[in-house]
Protein backbone atom coordinates (compact mmCIF):
# COMPACT_ATOMS: atom_id res chain seq x y z
CA UNK A 1 0.00 0.00 0.00
CA UNK A 2 3.02 2.21 1.25
CA UNK A 3 4.32 1.50 -2.34
CA UNK A 4 1.46 2.55 -4.58
CA UNK A 5 0.51 5.82 -2.51
CA UNK A 6 4.20 6.69 -3.28
CA UNK A 7 5.13 5.58 -6.75
CA UNK A 8 1.40 5.89 -8.17
CA UNK A 9 1.52 8.74 -11.23
CA UNK A 10 -2.38 9.43 -12.06
CA UNK A 11 -1.30 12.53 -14.00
CA UNK A 12 -4.05 15.43 -14.10
CA UNK A 13 -7.31 13.10 -14.11
CA UNK A 14 -8.13 11.59 -11.00
CA UNK A 15 -5.61 13.82 -9.32
CA UNK A 16 -8.51 14.33 -6.30
CA UNK A 17 -9.43 10.84 -6.06
CA UNK A 18 -5.76 9.73 -5.60
CA UNK A 19 -4.88 12.41 -2.96
CA UNK A 20 -8.40 11.49 -1.03
CA UNK A 21 -6.95 7.70 -1.25
CA UNK A 22 -3.65 9.00 0.09
CA UNK A 23 -5.05 11.05 3.29
CA UNK A 24 -6.76 7.97 4.11
CA UNK A 25 -4.02 5.85 3.93
CA UNK A 26 -1.97 8.03 5.73
CA UNK A 27 -4.46 8.18 8.54
CA UNK A 28 -4.84 4.42 8.65
CA UNK A 29 -1.01 3.66 8.79
CA UNK A 30 -0.37 6.17 11.47
CA UNK A 31 -3.27 4.55 13.57
CA UNK A 32 -1.55 1.66 12.63
CA UNK A 33 1.68 3.21 13.95
CA UNK A 34 -0.01 4.12 17.40
CA UNK A 35 -0.79 0.48 18.22
CA UNK A 36 1.81 -1.75 16.69
CA UNK A 37 4.66 0.95 17.03
CA UNK A 38 7.55 -1.22 16.34
CA UNK A 39 5.70 -3.40 13.28
CA UNK A 40 5.03 0.54 11.91
CA UNK A 41 8.89 1.30 12.42
CA UNK A 42 9.61 -2.04 10.43
CA UNK A 43 7.50 -1.41 7.70
CA UNK A 44 8.73 1.74 7.71
CA UNK A 45 12.36 0.96 7.22
CA UNK A 46 12.07 -1.48 4.60
CA UNK A 47 10.62 1.24 2.29
CA UNK A 48 13.05 4.11 3.53
CA UNK A 49 15.93 1.74 2.48
CA UNK A 50 14.45 2.35 -1.41
CA UNK A 51 15.35 6.02 -2.81
CA UNK A 52 11.99 5.73 -4.80
CA UNK A 53 9.86 6.07 -1.56
CA UNK A 54 12.28 7.86 0.51
CA UNK A 55 10.25 11.01 0.37
CA UNK A 56 6.87 10.21 1.36
CA UNK A 57 8.57 7.61 4.10
CA UNK A 58 10.43 10.68 5.48
CA UNK A 59 6.97 12.87 5.36
CA UNK A 60 4.76 9.67 6.68
CA UNK A 61 7.73 9.47 10.01
CA UNK A 62 7.51 13.63 10.08
CA UNK A 63 3.40 13.15 10.40
CA UNK A 64 3.96 10.40 12.70
CA UNK A 65 5.81 12.15 15.10
CA UNK A 66 4.00 15.07 14.75
CA UNK A 67 0.93 13.91 16.24
CA UNK A 68 2.51 12.32 19.20
CA UNK A 69 1.91 13.50 22.81
CA UNK A 70 5.10 13.02 23.99
CA UNK A 71 5.64 13.66 27.70
CA UNK A 72 8.72 12.21 28.21
CA UNK A 73 11.57 15.08 29.27
CA UNK A 74 14.16 12.79 27.58
CA UNK A 75 12.47 12.69 24.32
CA UNK A 76 11.68 16.23 24.59
CA UNK A 77 15.39 17.32 25.14
CA UNK A 78 16.78 14.80 22.59
CA UNK A 79 14.72 15.90 19.87
CA UNK A 80 15.01 19.86 21.22
CA UNK A 81 18.89 19.52 20.55
CA UNK A 82 18.45 17.36 17.84
CA UNK A 83 16.52 20.29 16.40
CA UNK A 84 19.29 22.75 17.49
CA UNK A 85 21.70 21.40 15.48
CA UNK A 86 19.42 21.04 12.15
CA UNK A 87 17.76 25.12 12.32
CA UNK A 88 21.23 26.45 11.22
CA UNK A 89 21.24 24.40 8.22
CA UNK A 90 17.58 24.74 6.99
CA UNK A 91 17.90 28.77 7.29
CA UNK A 92 16.05 29.45 4.09
CA UNK A 93 12.96 27.10 4.71
CA UNK A 94 12.57 27.76 8.35
CA UNK A 95 9.93 30.36 7.73
CA UNK A 96 7.52 27.35 6.40
CA UNK A 97 8.02 26.07 10.07
CA UNK A 98 7.68 29.05 12.06
CA UNK A 99 3.94 28.02 13.16
CA UNK A 100 5.46 24.23 14.57
CA UNK A 101 8.73 26.19 15.96
CA UNK A 102 6.84 28.51 17.81
CA UNK A 103 4.34 25.59 19.26
CA UNK A 104 7.47 23.77 20.43
CA UNK A 105 8.85 26.64 22.10
CA UNK A 106 5.19 26.87 23.61
CA UNK A 107 5.13 23.71 24.77
CA UNK A 108 8.62 23.46 26.62
CA UNK A 109 8.31 27.15 28.41
CA UNK A 110 5.06 25.70 29.76
CA UNK A 111 6.15 22.37 30.20
CA UNK A 112 5.67 22.38 34.23
CA UNK A 113 1.79 22.73 33.54
CA UNK A 114 1.71 19.59 31.52
CA UNK A 115 0.65 16.27 33.50
CA UNK A 116 2.84 13.31 32.66
CA UNK A 117 0.82 10.26 31.21
CA UNK A 118 0.52 7.29 33.54
CA UNK A 119 2.50 4.44 32.60
CA UNK A 120 -0.56 2.09 31.87
CA UNK A 121 -2.00 3.36 28.61
CA UNK A 122 -5.68 4.21 29.27
CA UNK A 123 -8.05 1.80 28.28
CA UNK A 124 -9.79 3.17 25.06
CA UNK A 125 -6.35 3.55 23.51
CA UNK A 126 -6.76 -0.60 24.02
CA UNK A 127 -10.83 -0.93 22.77
CA UNK A 128 -10.55 1.73 20.17
CA UNK A 129 -7.04 2.75 19.21
CA UNK A 130 -8.54 5.06 16.16
CA UNK A 131 -11.41 7.17 18.28
CA UNK A 132 -8.56 7.49 20.90
CA UNK A 133 -5.85 9.00 18.96
CA UNK A 134 -8.06 11.14 17.36
CA UNK A 135 -9.50 12.30 20.27
CA UNK A 136 -6.09 13.06 21.58
CA UNK A 137 -5.06 15.27 18.33
CA UNK A 138 -8.29 16.80 17.46
CA UNK A 139 -7.41 19.82 19.56
CA UNK A 140 -4.50 22.24 18.27
CA UNK A 141 -1.60 22.30 21.17
CA UNK A 142 -1.46 26.57 20.85
CA UNK A 143 -5.33 26.55 21.91
CA UNK A 144 -3.62 25.21 25.42
CA UNK A 145 -1.22 27.66 25.82
CA UNK A 146 -1.69 30.80 28.60
CA UNK A 147 -0.44 33.64 26.78
CA UNK A 148 -0.03 35.11 30.09
CA UNK A 149 2.88 32.76 31.07
CA UNK A 150 4.00 32.29 28.09
CA UNK A 151 5.11 35.98 28.00
CA UNK A 152 5.63 36.25 31.61
CA UNK A 153 7.95 33.22 31.51
CA UNK A 154 9.85 34.67 28.24
CA UNK A 155 11.04 37.44 29.66
CA UNK A 156 13.60 35.56 31.39
CA UNK A 157 14.98 34.42 27.81
CA UNK A 158 15.02 38.02 26.78
CA UNK A 159 16.90 39.17 29.61
CA UNK A 160 19.87 36.94 28.55
CA UNK A 161 20.22 37.90 25.20
CA UNK A 162 20.92 41.40 23.21
CA UNK A 163 18.19 42.56 21.23
CA UNK A 164 19.22 41.91 17.34
CA UNK A 165 19.23 44.52 14.96
CA UNK A 166 17.11 42.99 12.82
CA UNK A 167 14.19 44.01 15.28
CA UNK A 168 15.05 47.59 14.60
CA UNK A 169 16.39 48.19 10.67
CA UNK A 170 14.15 45.43 9.33
CA UNK A 171 9.88 45.04 9.50
CA UNK A 172 8.36 41.39 10.19
CA UNK A 173 7.14 41.41 6.45
CA UNK A 174 11.26 41.57 5.35
CA UNK A 175 12.18 39.52 7.74
CA UNK A 176 10.10 36.80 6.60
CA UNK A 177 10.56 36.97 2.72
CA UNK A 178 14.77 38.06 2.69
CA UNK A 179 16.30 34.77 2.38
CA UNK A 180 19.12 36.24 0.37
CA UNK A 181 20.75 37.05 3.65
CA UNK A 182 21.14 32.93 4.40
CA UNK A 183 23.23 32.27 1.45
CA UNK A 184 26.08 33.83 2.07
CA UNK A 185 26.39 32.48 5.53
CA UNK A 186 27.05 28.46 6.38
CA UNK A 187 26.00 26.68 8.94
CA UNK A 188 29.27 27.39 11.66
CA UNK A 189 28.73 31.21 10.58
CA UNK A 190 24.69 30.93 12.05
CA UNK A 191 25.95 29.05 14.87
CA UNK A 192 28.40 31.50 15.77
CA UNK A 193 26.68 34.90 15.61
CA UNK A 194 23.32 32.92 17.53
CA UNK A 195 26.20 32.19 20.61
CA UNK A 196 27.36 36.02 20.11
CA UNK A 197 23.60 37.92 21.26
CA UNK A 198 23.83 35.03 24.40
CA UNK A 199 25.19 37.20 27.31
CA UNK A 200 25.62 33.94 29.33
CA UNK A 201 28.30 32.64 27.04
CA UNK A 202 30.32 35.81 27.72
CA UNK A 203 30.41 34.69 31.63
CA UNK A 204 33.01 32.13 33.23
CA UNK A 205 32.83 28.47 33.31
CA UNK A 206 32.98 28.58 36.89
CA UNK A 207 29.79 30.24 37.01
CA UNK A 208 28.02 27.75 34.68
CA UNK A 209 29.93 24.96 36.47
CA UNK A 210 28.38 25.99 39.45
CA UNK A 211 24.90 26.64 38.63
CA UNK A 212 25.21 23.45 36.69
CA UNK A 213 25.74 21.83 40.01
CA UNK A 214 23.48 23.43 41.88
CA UNK A 215 20.73 22.41 39.42
CA UNK A 216 21.01 19.18 39.33
CA UNK A 217 21.26 18.82 43.22
CA UNK A 218 17.94 20.74 43.00
CA UNK A 219 16.89 17.76 40.09
CA UNK A 220 18.20 14.51 42.30
CA UNK A 221 16.49 16.14 45.84
CA UNK A 222 12.86 16.46 43.55
CA UNK A 223 13.58 12.68 41.86
CA UNK A 224 14.56 11.00 45.44
CA UNK A 225 11.06 12.59 46.95
CA UNK A 226 9.20 11.52 43.98
CA UNK A 227 10.82 8.10 44.66
CA UNK A 228 9.88 8.07 47.91
CA UNK A 229 6.04 9.00 47.31
CA UNK A 230 5.50 6.18 44.34
CA UNK A 231 7.64 3.30 44.71
CA UNK A 232 5.88 1.40 42.48
CA UNK A 233 7.12 3.47 39.28
CA UNK A 234 10.35 2.62 37.56
CA UNK A 235 12.08 6.13 37.70
CA UNK A 236 13.92 5.84 41.09
CA UNK A 237 16.92 7.81 42.98
CA UNK A 238 20.69 6.41 41.89
CA UNK A 239 22.73 4.05 43.50
CA UNK A 240 24.97 5.38 46.17
CA UNK A 241 27.65 3.52 44.05
CA UNK A 242 27.82 6.16 41.54
CA UNK A 243 28.93 9.40 42.95
CA UNK A 244 27.50 12.63 41.98
CA UNK A 245 30.80 14.31 41.85
CA UNK A 246 31.62 12.08 38.72
CA UNK A 247 28.60 13.42 36.90
CA UNK A 248 29.82 16.83 37.60
CA UNK A 249 33.20 16.46 37.02
CA UNK A 250 31.95 15.50 33.45
CA UNK A 251 29.54 18.75 33.38
CA UNK A 252 32.27 20.85 34.27
CA UNK A 253 34.67 19.56 31.73
CA UNK A 254 31.55 19.41 28.55
CA UNK A 255 31.54 23.19 29.57
CA UNK A 256 35.12 24.17 29.55
CA UNK A 257 35.78 22.90 26.19
CA UNK A 258 38.01 19.92 27.42
CA UNK A 259 38.42 16.79 25.25
CA UNK A 260 35.84 13.80 26.64
CA UNK A 261 35.06 10.63 24.16
CA UNK A 262 32.11 8.73 24.25
CA UNK A 263 31.64 5.87 25.97
CA UNK A 264 34.77 6.79 28.82
CA UNK A 265 32.22 7.81 31.28
CA UNK A 266 33.42 6.70 35.08
CA UNK A 267 30.76 4.86 35.54
CA UNK A 268 30.22 2.99 32.11
CA UNK A 269 31.34 -0.40 33.21
CA UNK A 270 28.89 -0.01 37.02
CA UNK A 271 26.06 0.93 34.60
CA UNK A 272 26.76 -1.91 32.30
CA UNK A 273 27.15 -4.46 35.23
CA UNK A 274 23.68 -3.39 36.02
CA UNK A 275 22.12 -3.44 32.74
CA UNK A 276 22.64 -6.87 32.21
CA UNK A 277 20.33 -8.31 34.32
CA UNK A 278 17.63 -5.38 34.12
CA UNK A 279 15.07 -5.64 32.37
CA UNK A 280 13.02 -2.59 32.27
CA UNK A 281 9.56 -3.13 30.63
CA UNK A 282 9.28 -6.49 31.91
CA UNK A 283 10.79 -7.01 35.20
CA UNK A 284 10.75 -10.12 37.19
CA UNK A 285 7.64 -10.66 40.18
CA UNK A 286 9.56 -11.91 42.90
CA UNK A 287 7.85 -14.84 45.31
CA UNK A 288 5.31 -13.55 47.23
CA UNK A 289 7.35 -14.74 50.87
CA UNK A 290 10.15 -12.45 49.91
CA UNK A 291 8.90 -8.53 50.05
CA UNK A 292 12.25 -7.03 51.36
CA UNK A 293 14.58 -8.45 48.73
CA UNK A 294 12.09 -6.43 46.50
CA UNK A 295 12.11 -3.65 47.33
CA UNK A 296 15.86 -3.61 46.74
CA UNK A 297 15.93 -5.14 43.72
CA UNK A 298 13.29 -2.21 42.45
CA UNK A 299 15.62 0.33 43.86
CA UNK A 300 18.44 -1.21 41.92
CA UNK A 301 16.35 -1.94 38.99
CA UNK A 302 14.84 1.96 39.07
CA UNK A 303 18.44 4.00 40.01
CA UNK A 304 20.09 1.92 36.70
CA UNK A 305 17.05 3.36 34.90
CA UNK A 306 17.92 6.76 36.20
CA UNK A 307 21.29 6.67 35.41
CA UNK A 308 21.03 5.59 32.10
CA UNK A 309 18.09 7.92 31.75
CA UNK A 310 21.18 10.68 32.84
CA UNK A 311 23.67 9.02 30.90
CA UNK A 312 21.16 9.64 27.57
CA UNK A 313 20.62 13.24 28.60
CA UNK A 314 24.46 14.06 29.06
CA UNK A 315 25.49 12.06 26.01
CA UNK A 316 22.64 13.94 24.50
CA UNK A 317 24.36 17.43 25.85
CA UNK A 318 27.45 16.03 24.97
CA UNK A 319 26.94 15.88 21.32
CA UNK A 320 25.39 19.09 21.49
CA UNK A 321 28.61 21.00 22.68
CA UNK A 322 31.05 18.93 20.61
CA UNK A 323 28.58 20.32 17.64
CA UNK A 324 28.60 23.89 18.56
CA UNK A 325 32.68 22.94 19.47
CA UNK A 326 32.87 21.89 15.46
CA UNK A 327 30.68 24.79 14.10
CA UNK A 328 33.21 27.36 15.80
CA UNK A 329 35.92 25.51 14.24
CA UNK A 330 34.22 26.08 11.36
CA UNK A 331 33.36 29.17 12.04
CA UNK A 332 36.90 30.31 12.88
CA UNK A 333 38.65 28.45 9.96
CA UNK A 334 36.23 30.58 7.33
CA UNK A 335 37.36 33.35 9.22
CA UNK A 336 40.79 32.50 8.98
CA UNK A 337 39.91 31.85 5.58
CA UNK A 338 38.49 35.13 5.18
CA UNK A 339 41.65 37.08 6.73
CA UNK A 340 44.17 35.63 4.59
CA UNK A 341 41.77 36.88 1.31
CA UNK A 342 41.70 39.96 3.17
CA UNK A 343 45.93 40.12 3.90
CA UNK A 344 45.77 39.05 -0.30
CA UNK A 345 43.51 41.57 -0.98
CA UNK A 346 45.09 44.31 0.88
CA UNK A 347 48.78 43.58 -0.77
CA UNK A 348 47.18 43.39 -4.16
CA UNK A 349 46.03 46.96 -3.48
CA UNK A 350 49.22 47.94 -2.01
CA UNK A 351 50.58 46.76 -5.69
CA UNK A 352 47.88 48.58 -7.38
CA UNK A 353 48.60 52.06 -5.67
CA UNK A 354 52.49 51.47 -6.26
CA UNK A 355 52.03 50.85 -9.98
CA UNK A 356 49.52 53.57 -10.26
CA UNK A 357 51.97 56.27 -8.62
CA UNK A 358 54.73 55.05 -11.20
CA UNK A 359 52.35 55.33 -14.12
CA UNK A 360 51.28 58.56 -12.50
CA UNK A 361 54.56 59.79 -12.62
CA UNK A 362 55.07 58.37 -16.38
CA UNK A 363 52.33 60.35 -17.52
CA UNK A 364 52.89 63.67 -16.17
CA UNK A 365 56.66 63.20 -18.02
CA UNK A 366 54.96 62.59 -20.73
CA UNK A 367 52.30 64.95 -21.11
CA UNK A 368 55.23 67.41 -20.35
CA UNK A 369 57.25 65.89 -23.22
CA UNK A 370 53.87 65.89 -24.88
CA UNK A 371 53.65 69.19 -24.35
CA UNK A 372 57.19 70.50 -25.60
CA UNK A 373 56.37 68.39 -28.75
CA UNK A 374 53.20 70.22 -29.26
CA UNK A 375 54.86 73.69 -28.56
CA UNK A 376 57.39 73.00 -31.36
CA UNK A 377 54.39 71.48 -33.62
CA UNK A 378 52.89 74.84 -33.56
CA UNK A 379 55.87 76.69 -33.85
CA UNK A 380 56.75 74.40 -37.02
CA UNK A 381 53.36 74.77 -38.57
CA UNK A 382 53.77 78.23 -38.03
CA UNK A 383 56.72 78.64 -40.42
CA UNK A 384 55.32 76.49 -42.82
CA UNK A 385 52.64 78.68 -43.19
CA UNK A 386 54.97 81.58 -43.38
CA UNK A 387 56.69 80.12 -46.00
CA UNK A 388 54.01 78.75 -47.86
CA UNK A 389 52.42 82.34 -47.93
CA UNK A 390 55.46 83.39 -49.45
CA UNK A 391 55.54 81.03 -52.29
CA UNK A 392 52.36 81.14 -53.21
CA UNK A 393 52.46 84.93 -53.76
CA UNK A 394 55.78 83.88 -55.84
CA UNK A 395 53.86 81.46 -57.47
CA UNK A 396 51.13 83.81 -58.25
CA UNK A 397 53.29 86.79 -59.38
CA UNK A 398 54.82 83.71 -61.51
CA UNK A 399 51.96 82.80 -63.20
CA UNK A 400 50.59 86.72 -63.70
CA UNK A 401 54.07 87.14 -65.55
CA UNK A 402 53.58 84.27 -67.45
CA UNK A 403 50.22 85.73 -68.75
CA UNK A 404 51.66 88.95 -69.65
CA UNK A 405 54.44 86.85 -71.69
CA UNK A 406 51.89 85.02 -73.57
CA UNK A 407 49.78 87.67 -74.62
CA UNK A 408 53.44 89.62 -76.00
CA UNK A 409 53.96 86.60 -77.91
CA UNK A 410 50.21 86.48 -79.67
CA UNK A 411 50.94 90.22 -80.39
CA UNK A 412 54.58 89.32 -81.64
CA UNK A 413 53.23 86.28 -83.87
CA UNK A 414 50.19 88.04 -85.34
CA UNK A 415 52.38 91.49 -86.02
CA UNK A 416 56.04 89.94 -87.15
CA UNK A 417 55.28 87.51 -89.79
CA UNK A 418 58.01 88.60 -91.87
CA UNK A 419 60.21 87.97 -88.60
CA UNK A 420 59.73 84.98 -87.86
CA UNK A 421 63.40 83.76 -88.31
CA UNK A 422 64.00 86.18 -85.27
CA UNK A 423 60.85 85.65 -83.54
CA UNK A 424 61.24 81.74 -84.00
CA UNK A 425 64.59 82.22 -82.15
CA UNK A 426 62.76 84.39 -79.39
CA UNK A 427 60.04 81.85 -79.31
CA UNK A 428 62.64 78.90 -78.28
CA UNK A 429 64.13 81.03 -75.48
CA UNK A 430 60.95 81.90 -73.89
CA UNK A 431 60.09 78.00 -74.53
CA UNK A 432 63.35 77.47 -72.43
CA UNK A 433 62.10 80.09 -70.19
CA UNK A 434 58.82 78.56 -69.84
CA UNK A 435 60.48 75.07 -69.07
CA UNK A 436 62.25 76.43 -66.53
CA UNK A 437 59.49 77.81 -64.44
CA UNK A 438 57.55 74.70 -65.31
CA UNK A 439 60.38 73.06 -63.36
CA UNK A 440 60.36 75.10 -61.08
CA UNK A 441 56.83 75.33 -60.56
CA UNK A 442 56.74 71.47 -60.13
CA UNK A 443 59.75 71.69 -58.10
CA UNK A 444 57.71 73.70 -55.78
CA UNK A 445 54.94 71.58 -55.92
CA UNK A 446 56.93 68.54 -54.85
CA UNK A 447 58.94 70.34 -51.82
CA UNK A 448 56.19 72.13 -50.65
CA UNK A 449 54.52 69.12 -48.39
CA UNK A 450 58.44 68.12 -47.92
CA UNK A 451 59.59 72.05 -46.63
CA UNK A 452 60.25 70.54 -43.05
CA UNK A 453 63.91 72.04 -42.36
CA UNK A 454 64.62 75.85 -42.76
CA UNK A 455 67.92 74.90 -44.86
CA UNK A 456 66.16 73.39 -47.94
CA UNK A 457 64.18 76.33 -47.69
CA UNK A 458 66.68 78.88 -48.12
CA UNK A 459 68.45 76.79 -50.53
CA UNK A 460 65.58 76.65 -52.34
CA UNK A 461 65.12 80.50 -52.10
CA UNK A 462 68.35 81.18 -52.74
CA UNK A 463 68.07 78.95 -56.22
CA UNK A 464 65.20 80.86 -57.29
CA UNK A 465 66.65 84.29 -56.60
CA UNK A 466 69.24 83.27 -58.49
CA UNK A 467 67.27 82.49 -61.35
CA UNK A 468 64.99 85.41 -60.69
CA UNK A 469 68.12 87.35 -61.64
CA UNK A 470 68.98 85.67 -64.76
CA UNK A 471 65.30 86.08 -65.61
CA UNK A 472 65.59 89.83 -65.32
CA UNK A 473 69.02 90.07 -67.18
CA UNK A 474 66.83 88.08 -69.92
CA UNK A 475 63.18 90.57 -69.31
CA UNK A 476 65.98 93.51 -70.00
CA UNK A 477 67.56 91.73 -72.93
CA UNK A 478 64.07 90.82 -74.46
CA UNK A 479 62.56 94.47 -73.57
CA UNK A 480 65.65 95.51 -75.87
CA UNK A 481 64.87 93.39 -78.85
CA UNK A 482 61.42 94.51 -78.28
CA UNK A 483 62.39 97.99 -78.89
CA UNK A 484 64.44 96.64 -81.68
CA UNK A 485 61.25 94.87 -83.16
CA UNK A 486 58.88 97.92 -82.93
CA UNK A 487 61.73 100.06 -84.82
CA UNK A 488 61.91 96.99 -87.54
CA UNK A 489 57.97 96.75 -87.81
CA UNK A 490 57.81 100.73 -87.79
CA UNK A 491 60.37 100.41 -90.78
CA UNK A 492 58.32 97.74 -92.69
CA UNK A 493 55.20 99.74 -92.32
CA UNK A 494 57.14 102.98 -93.95
CA UNK A 495 58.31 99.94 -96.52
CA UNK A 496 54.90 98.78 -97.17
CA UNK A 497 53.79 102.47 -97.82
CA UNK A 498 56.55 102.94 -99.90
CA UNK A 499 55.47 99.41 -102.05
CA UNK A 500 51.85 100.99 -102.43
CA UNK A 501 52.87 104.31 -103.23
CA UNK A 502 55.22 102.76 -106.18
CA UNK A 503 52.42 100.16 -106.91
CA UNK A 504 49.80 102.91 -107.39
CA UNK A 505 52.59 105.03 -109.82
CA UNK A 506 52.93 101.87 -111.77
CA UNK A 507 49.88 101.57 -112.08
CA UNK A 508 48.75 105.87 -113.04
CA UNK A 509 52.02 104.92 -115.20
CA UNK A 510 50.65 101.77 -117.04
CA UNK A 511 47.09 103.68 -117.46
CA UNK A 512 48.91 106.57 -118.74
CA UNK A 513 50.71 104.35 -121.15
CA UNK A 514 47.51 102.90 -122.63
Known amino acids: M ?47 VQSTYRLQILTLFGEFIRKQRDTSTTLISLSLTTLIMLLPHICISVTTYLPGLYI ?80 KLEPADVVAECVSYDMENASSNSNNSNELENLTKIVLEEADTKITEKKTQ ?28 VGDDPWASRIISYSNFLTVNHPTPPPENESPPITSTTNTQASVAYLQREIMLLRNELNFELYLKQQHLQHIGRLHRDHILDSTVEAERQNLYNTCKILKSQLSQTQA ?86 TEYEHTIDQLTKQLMLWEA ?34 QLRFTIR
Open 234 to 261: KARRPSQAISIHEIMDVHQALKSGADIV
Open 104 to 183: IFSRIICWDKHISRPVDFPDEIVENPSGWIKEMNKVPLIEKFDDDIIRARSMSLLRIHTLHPNLIMSDSEKELSDTSRWM
Open 474 to 507: DTIKFQEQKRLMETLVGNWHKMEMMLKSGEYEIQ
Open 2 to 48: VGIAAGGDYGTVGEQTHAFWCRNLDSLLREFGAVETKEFFILLNSYF
Open 369 to 454: AFDRQKTETTNTKKKHVQWENELNNKLKQYKNEKKEWKSILDKLEQELSESRLVIDAQNKQIEVFSAKCFSLENQIKLHEPQLQKL
